[in-house]
């Protein structure tokens, strides 16, 4: 059976974004401790692990639908949240590429593509697109190629060009990104980009993970995953939206932490293109409100350890000061303090 998809589902306004019980049962809980501090935690992204959503190369949802549309209000409003460089046009096709090929294999319901030499057919269903194009031209296409099939994929994307041993970001589709910005960062080297970041350029994170991406093999993508928290279901929280967002966190009361507060995690995979040698990133967003969260017990118990002893440096940079205390009472109050068995 194809995915039962929540085409209405919003965002903004009134939020009308949830999780059915299948969602919320494969929701990729990012807590293999109860401590959390950064790492190099990247893995093969191999069809397999410890949740349903690693299952394929590029993971469609029940808010598919939801979240290509909510991409395109970002994009009405601000265009440039998509934006290549010229020098980045090979990347943009292999990109192409690598989306339409997996969505195809991988959902044959909802997408397929036909090539008979450089004359495709890419068909999807969910948001009823048939397109016939030739691979390599742009003018065949309604929009550039990168920002053509990205405004089909959940999840926000960026493309870095690798030369001088180091990786630029020298392209990205960023719409519903976790406070950082690609008008800010586009051009910028790996350490550049992660500016920012407190504490784990003292330890050495970004120089071991620049060296361990510069060697990506075509073919043997990594996955890892991140996270942090937002009030409200909300996908754009960009420091260009800021306003619209920020005050969200003065609305945390006790009484409504459960409903409002979520955890927000990225399943980050990074793909070597084939043609530009350069690295496809993914940044694929689940969000899960406290309630949900909270009905699987290890869960709860695991975040509540988590938030309580996170590092004062990453409750700053992750923005979660105004109500992190409020959520770590509550699930304090579920917590009998026993050792848990719970991996990722
Ligand atoms: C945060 C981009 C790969 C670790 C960030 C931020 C950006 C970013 C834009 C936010 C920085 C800010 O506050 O302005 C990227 C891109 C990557 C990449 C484009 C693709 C090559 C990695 C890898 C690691 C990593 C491989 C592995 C260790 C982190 C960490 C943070 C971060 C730990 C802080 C996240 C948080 O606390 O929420 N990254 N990153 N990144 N990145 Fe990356």
Not at 112 to 138: A, E, K, Y
Not at 296 to 303: I, N, P
Request: charge should be negative.
């Amino acid at each position: 059976m194809g995915i039962q998809f929540k085409p209405t589902e919003t965002f903004r306004g009134d939020f009308s974004y949830s999780n059915s019980d299948e969602a919320v049962l494969r929701f990729p809980f990012p807590f293999a401790e109860d401590k959390y501090m950064y790492s190099v935690n990247m893995e093969p992204h191999v069809r397999k692990g410890p949740c349903p959503v690693f299952e394929h190369a590029f993971d469609v949802d029940e808010h598919y639908i939801a979240e290509c549309h909510e991409r395109a209000l970002v994009l009405e409003s601000d265009p440039k949240r998509c934006q290549v460089l010229p020098h980045m046009m090979a990347a943009q096709w292999d990109t192409l590429e690598l989306i339409m090929e997996s969505l195809a294999t991988d959902y044959p319901e909802h997408f397929s593509l036909t090539r008979d030499g450089d004359n495709w057919h890419w068909i999807n269903r969910p948001l009823n697109t048939d397109q016939r194009f030739v691979f390599g031209d742009p003018s065949t296409l309604p929009r550039e190629p990168f920002e053509y099939i990205t405004r089909q994929a959940q999840g926000d994307f960026t493309i870095q060009d690798q030369r001088d041993h180091n990786l630029y970001v020298d392209g990205g589709m960023v719409t519903c990104q976790a406070d950082w910005s690609l008008e800010f960062d586009i051009g910028m080297s790996f350490h550049e980009w992660h500016g920012p970041v407190p504490l784990a350029h003292d330890i050495g994170v970004f120089d071991r993970a620049l060296q361990y991406l510069l060697r990506l093999q075509y073919g043997q993508p990594v996955r890892r995953l991140n996270w942090t928290m937002t009030v409200n279901p909300r996908m754009d929280t960009s420091p260009e939206n800021y306003p619209d967002w920020g005050p969200d966190k003065l609305t945390v009361t006790p009484e409504n932490v459960d409903r409002k507060v979520h955890l927000r995690v990225e399943l980050q995979t990074l793909f070597r293109l084939p043609r530009s040698n350069g690295i496809l990133f993914g940044i694929r967003c689940y969000l899960i409100s406290l309630q949900d969260l909270e009905r699987v017990t290890k869960w709860s118990k695991r975040l509540g350890r988590v938030l309580a002893t996170l590092p004062p440096e990453l409750v700053e940079y992750k923005g979660i000061a105004r109500y992190r205390d409020m959520v770590v009472s509550r699930l304090a109050a579920v917590d009998d303090g026993a050792p848990l068995s719970l991996g990722i």
